[in-house]
């Protein structure tokens, strides 16, 4: 890694809380996985109402979303798509 990107993730595990640069580098590869999924349920919650296939939202069927991502993140791996 460049000199200068070693400081850097240096001065973050030093700041930041972190123990190692690996804890460091986890850190960020799990926010893009959230990033990530945030953004695929996005693209299915709009890929819906551009279907006009509506069922009522209640914070009871975004939980069960919100633990299927969990689930496939804890995992490592994408699931197929199941009616919530």
Known sequence: MPADLDRFVEKQVKHGGFSTASEYVRHLVRGDQEREAALRLE???LEALDSSDFSEVTPAMFERLRERVRRVQRSGKAT???SA
């Open 43 to 45: 693209a299915k919650l």
């Open 80 to 82: 197929k798509p199941r």
